[in-house]
């Protein structure tokens, strides 16, 4: 189980490295985004390359982020009825999801991505507007962005049977863990 653990630790690591740009980029498109805006109002002018810019930003938050937000457990959940269970059931709950929905769906993206974007790198994509960028670049993002999240899968995975097995003494999502 320790090596396991330090798997665990090693995936959050990179999941936090990855976050920590990721939360730059935040930034950096809202700065673009209000460029934007000043521009074509207060100038009357516009570019295609700085909107796909703007949303490519956006997808590269959205794809890269997700194994952050898992981490940190800070994704969309209804917690009606789950935060009303005991840290045992909740585990239990968290693996059987992982299992059977997280990391299924996450392999499933990259499979069915893949030819998709290996397409578009072959043939070097762009976009169809004048003055638009490069697509193939941005497509990457979402066999990676998913590649990520089945590790963090991977990892909440190892913590939660950790926690079931004894190994961790107390377990809250989110939160880093101590090794016994």
Same mark, same amino acid.
């Given at each position: ?51 796909? %810019?703007?949303?490519?930003? &956006?997808? /590269?938050?959205? =794809?890269? +982020?997700?194994?952050?937000?898992? #981490?940190?457990? *800070? ?65 990457? %993002?979402?066999?990676?962005? &998913?590649? /990520?999240?089945? =590790?963090? +899968?991977?990892?909440?995975?190892? #913590?939660?049977? *950790? ?18």
């Amino acid at each position: 189980m320790r090596a396991l653990l330090a798997l665990s630790r090693a995936i959050d690591a990179l999941s936090e490295g990855v976050g920590r740009i990721i939360v730059w980029l935040v930034l950096v498109v809202s700065l673009l985004s209000a460029g934007n805006a000043l521009m074509r109002y207060a100038f009357r002018y516009s570019s295609n390359a700085y909107l796909e %810019a703007q949303w490519y930003l &956006f997808s /590269l938050i959205f =794809l890269l +982020g997700g194994a952050y937000a898992l #981490k940190h457990n *800070a994704h969309v959940r209804i917690d009606l009825v789950y935060g009303r269970l005991s840290k045992r059931t909740q585990a239990w709950i968290d693996l059987v999801g992982t299992l059977l929905f997280l990391i299924p769906m996450s392999l499933g993206v990259i499979y069915l991505s893949w030819d998709w974007v290996a397409n578009a790198v072959a043939i070097r994509e762009m976009s169809p507007d004048v003055g638009g960028l490069p697509r193939w670049p941005i497509k990457i %993002a979402l066999p990676v962005g &998913f590649a /990520l999240l089945a =590790l963090q +899968g991977l990892s909440e995975l190892i #913590k939660r049977l *950790a926690f079931l097995t004894g190994h961790l003494p107390d377990w809250t999502p989110g939160e880093e863990e101590e090794v016994v």
